[in-house]
């Protein structure tokens, strides 16, 4: 009965449905591949020749252009690499806010009054509390303890004398006080005058006797 069946031709209908069949499902695996390829390179770079590359090999190769594009593509996502430099730039801004002492680059806590490695003073303790301050504040946050001025600069100060230019004259000495300087003693002798020769007598005129 099967060879009166096979010889009759009736094995051809269930053949072409089933390659029929094979053939859909083959197709649906290279559209599904095409569609996976492409959600998966477009979350891995946002370059337009590396996506249209990836989907020509599955194109042309279906599942070993698969194969071959799992082997070629990028290693890391785009939110693997953001995710990475959000984690990078947090571990630089923690570093960049911790404190450094600015004599030997060590690091310190922002409670240190001197640094514990070079001696280096920091801060000005509080007078009142005793709590480390800056030195911008005007008073001391924790104890409202106003920090004392500092005292004005003197203002007798030696005035800066000006650079003389080539081929003008020097200038002036800066006056000095006088009588301010102390008094040598004086090494020059006295010496009299010499007396006066005497006046000659007056000659006789030509009428005496």
């Known amino acids: 009965m099967l060879l009166a069946f096979w010889d009759d031709g009736g094995w051809q209908a269930p053949l072409t449905a089933a390659i029929i069949g094979l053939i859909a499902y083959a197709l649906v695996l290279w559209v599904a591949a095409l569609v996976w390829t492409y959600r998966d390179i477009a ?3 946002r370059d337009t020749f590396t996506q249209t590359m990836s989907l020509i090999i ?5 599942l070993p ?3 071959l594009y799992l082997i070629l593509r990028p290693k890391e996502t785009l939110a693997d690499t953001f995710d990475r430099q959000l984690e990078a730039e947090a571990l630089l801004h923690e570093i960049q806010k911790q404190a ?3 004599s030997c680059r060590r690091k310190i806590d922002a409670d240190f009054v001197s ?3 070079c001696r280096t003073p920091l801060r000005q303790p509080c007078e009142a509390c005793g709590k480390p301050l800056s030195a911008s504040w005007v008073l001391c946050p924790f104890c409202a303890h106003e920090r004392p001025m500092p005292q004005a600069a003197d203002d007798r100060t030696t005035p800066i ?3 003389a230019m ?3 004259p020097a200038p002036d000495p800066a006056p000095t006080d006088i009588a301010a300087r102390p008094k040598r003693a004086s090494t020059a002798t006295y010496t009299p005058p010499a007396p006066k020769a005497a006046a000659p007598a007056d000659a006789p005129t030509d009428g005496g006797s």
Do not use: Y
Request: charged share 15%; glycine share 8%.
């Open 43 to 45: 979350s891995r770079t």
């Open 100 to 102: 450094t002492c600015p």
């Open 161 to 163: 004398r000006p650079r």
């Open 115 to 117: 640094c514990p490695f």
């Open 58 to 62: 599955v194109l042309v190769f279906n």
């Open 166 to 168: 080539a081929g003008s």
């Open 65 to 67: 252009g698969l194969l």
